[in-house]
Nanobody
Framework: QVQLVESGGGLVQAGESLRLSCAAS????????MAWFRQAPGKEREFVAT??????TYYADSVKGRFTLSRDNVNKVSLQMNSPKPEDTAVYYC???????????????WGQGTQVTVSS
């Protein structure tokens, strides 16, 4: 079955760029959307961005204009993080859903997460 694996996290200085990737080891059902969520210490998991099977993207207001989500193929997406800020520090999770949306509860598959730390 489908397993999602994130990669590319690490430590960056504010203003540097970072690229996260999410790859599915198995075949996703046609029509699945993929998304990124993040969770910082003491905060609830929050929506970052999502891309539909047809590559239409939606972003949280907090990252709009700075992050770019793209679909490399049906089983892989990348999140380009430009101009990151310390407030972007969090564990970033990749997820897949039958329906595009911003609610974590609707997603069927989740990766283990990758840590992103942005220093000032």
């Amino acid at each position: 079955q489908v397993q999602l694996v994130e990669s590319g996290g690490g430590l960056v200085q504010a203003g540097e760029s970072l690229r996260l990737s999410c790859a599915a080891s198995g075949r996703l059902l046609s029509g699945y959307s993929m998304a990124w969520f993040r969770q910082a210490p003491g905060k609830e998991r929050e929506f970052v961005a999502t891309i539909g099977y047809i590559p239409r993207t939606y972003y949280a207001d907090s990252v709009k204009g700075r992050f770019t989500l793209s679909r490399d193929n049906v089983n892989k997406v990348s999140l380009q993080m430009n101009s990151p800020k310390p407030e972007d520090t969090a564990v970033y999770y990749c997820a897949a859903s039958r329906q595009i949306g911003s609610e974590a509860s609707q997603y069927d598959y989740w990766g283990q997460g990758t840590q992103v730390t942005v220093s000032s």
